[in-house]
Structures are given as structure tokens and as C-alpha cells.
């Protein structure tokens, strides 16, 4: 039986918040490979795309088309258990 983490790096928010915690330094059992608290949250590539492609308009055009309410339905590692906020 494999785990999900098998195969794959550590998420870089996860190891960014990892380093804040020891004092801006990265712990040493953060390595290359993913534990269960630094794999990366499950997502669908779909609701990845929309959010970055509102993003990248808002960042083009000015214009809102909705990014925050994009971003918002990803899930946020910053929030308890990677749930979303809303």
C-alpha cells in the first residue's frame, strides 16, 4: 500500500510556514519528500485554472471578474485542516 505522499515534494507554503516556525530556518525533517502536514491539498486543476486565469486578467485588464470569490473557493493551507473559508 502506497501513501499519498509517496513521490512527492513538500508543498513551499508548507515549508515556508515550517521555516517561520523554527525562527526563519528550515527544520531539518522537512526534506525533499512530502510528510502528511506538507503534501499538497488535493485540488481540482479546474477551480486551479479559473483562479489563476482571473488573476492574471485582474493583474492585465484592471477589471475584477470575480477573483477573490475564485481564490476563496480553493482550499487554504493557512486555515484549519486546509478546509476552505467558506
Same mark, same amino acid.
Given at each position: 500500500?502506497?501513501?499519498?505522499?509517496d513521490g512527492q515534494q513538500?508543498?513551499?507554503l508548507a515549508t515556508f510556514a515550517a521555516?517561520?516556525?523554527?525562527d526563519g530556518e528550515k527544520? !531539518?525533517? @522537512?526534506g525533499?519528500?512530502?510528510?502528511?502536514?506538507?503534501?499538497?491539498?488535493p485540488t481540482s486543476s479546474e477551480a486551479k485554472d479559473e483562479a489563476a486565469t482571473k488573476v492574471l486578467q485582474r493583474g492585465a485588464t484592471g477589471e475584477? !471578474?470575480? @477573483?477573490?470569490?475564485a481564490v476563496d473557493r480553493l482550499p487554504d493551507r493557512t486555515t484549519e485542516?486546509?478546509?476552505?473559508?467558506r
Open positions: 500500500m502506497t501513501s499519498k505522499t513538500p508543498e513551499a521555516a517561520a516556525r523554527a527544520p !531539518r525533517d @522537512v525533499l519528500t512530502a510528510t502528511a502536514e506538507t503534501s499538497p491539498i475584477d !471578474r470575480g @477573483v477573490d470569490a485542516a486546509g478546509k476552505t473559508t
